[in-house]
């Protein structure tokens, strides 16, 4: 039998936050690692605005820690890219599929500097990214100076933007649930 542990967040005057973890293991209740607190970080990426760093990892090579494959069709729209974020974006998995914008000056040292807007998606954890840093799904070389804020994701025109549940791992004791195009 499945336990249901609801968190609700007020943030804000209209935005209110809930987090359910269904979880029972060997008939022992066990804590998921997302908890408000993670909540609390999301939502205040949206109101500061960071200055990190951004290295490149080269180009996607799927399975990443947020399980987003097959990728959504929010992640390959025109002009935007994966990346992996550092702990602090990531929130034990809550920042997965968080929309940032990316903006590079060229300061930094490498052959392919980070320069102008860059919009993106996470996809997977950095361990070596710094708050607010990410590894830029892409080729290329450097360690660039960036500034990072998570803003709304894009709406997908068409089928492909209605919203989607993705389920994986399920049986008929568990329901492993992902649900996309949400925003």
């Not at 450097?142 to 209605?162: F, H, L, Q, S, Y």
Request: aromatic letters at 10%; a positive charge; proline letters at 5%.
């Amino acid at each position: 039998m499945p336990v249901s542990m609801d968190m609700n967040l007020r943030l804000g005057k209209h935005l209110t936050v809930l987090v359910t973890c269904f979880f029972l293991k060997d008939r022992v209740v066990q804590k998921r690692a997302t908890d408000v607190s993670n909540a609390e970080n999301i939502y205040n990426r949206y109101k500061e605005t960071l200055k990190s760093e951004a290295t490149y990892y080269g180009e996607y090579p799927g399975g990443g820690a947020c399980s987003l494959d097959p990728l959504s069709p929010m992640s390959s729209q025109p002009g935007w890219m994966r990346v992996a974020a550092g702990n602090y974006d990531f929130q034990n998995s809550l920042g997965c599929g968080m929309c940032v914008e990316i903006k590079g000056s060229g300061k930094g040292s490498g052959s392919d500097p980070v320069t102008g807007v860059i919009k993106a998606v996470i996809h997977d954890l950095c361990g070596g990214c710094g708050k607010g840093g990410y590894d830029l799904y892409i080729p290329g070389d450097g360690r660039w100076e960036i500034e990072t804020k998570a803003i709304d994701c894009p709406t997908v025109p068409g089928k492909e933007g209605n919203i989607m549940f993705r389920f994986t791992g399920s049986n008929p004791w568990y329901v492993k649930l992902q649900a996309r195009n949400t925003n």
